[in-house]
């Protein structure tokens, strides 16, 4: 959000000291009259200097304010969507230590479809229901995998241990990535439902109407 600023000189200031320098030096300043000549004369010269130099008009930038905190108004859908958002920011720190490019990419596609199933939960909490395994299993042990993972790259030996052990995490991410979309798939399905019944009703009322297929006049 931008908003304009206007940024005037400050030369209108300084030639209003200056006119009381100048004077100072230069004539006598003893009697009221000499103050006031002065005065009067330095705001002239400050008046016209700052019609001569009007400044300009530049556009900042406002600050954004933070998002409002989320709130359902159940306590136990606000706390665990806090943790799936804490959850969230944790996988993407730790994704950014990944130096095999397969396994970030597998990191990347977990990142987005997580989002999108807690997102979903912010914007509809009826879901939590359906996530609240997600929440508080998947997503956390996600994390204890990547934080795993982690600490045996950053090793930077090959050992029967740590690579059986990274590989094994690397082949579940593949497991996580189809499950989680699942789960994101069978969000919408009351939705999908729905939908299906609101389409029948219409090709019944369209239907009986004669306004589709050969009926149609």
Do not use: C
């Not at 030096?25 to 016209?48: C, E, K, Q, W």
């Amino acid at each position: 959000m931008k908003k304009k600023v206007k940024i005037r000189p400050w030369v209108h200031i300084y030639a209003f000291a200056a006119v009381w320098v100048v004077w100072a030096f230069t004539l006598p300043m003893f009697r009221l009259f000499h103050f006031i000549g002065v005065f009067v004369a330095s705001i002239a010269v400050a008046v016209l200097l700052r019609w001569f130099f009007p400044g300009k008009v530049i556009e900042v930038d406002l600050p954004v304010p933070p998002p409002e905190p989320f709130s359902s108004g159940d306590p136990e859908v606000d706390a665990l969507v806090r943790e799936g958002e804490r959850a969230l920011a944790e996988m993407t720190r730790l994704r950014v230590g990944i130096r095999d490019l397969e396994v970030a990419a597998k990191v990347d596609q977990i990142i987005e479809v997580s989002g999108k199933i807690v997102r979903n939960v912010m914007e509809d909490p009826d879901h939590f229901d359906g996530v609240r395994r997600f929440l508080r299993y998947y997503l956390p042990t996600t994390i204890k995998l990547l934080h795993a993972y982690d600490r045996m790259d950053a090793q930077g030996i090959e050992g029967a241990n740590i690579t059986g052990t990274m590989t094994r995490i690397e082949d579940m991410l593949d497991t996580m990535i189809e499950a989680y979309k699942k789960q994101l798939d069978a969000l919408f399905a009351h939705k999908a439902l729905d939908i299906e019944t609101d389409i029948q009703v219409m090709e019944g009322f369209l239907k009986r109407e004669g306004l589709t297929g050969s009926d149609f006049t």
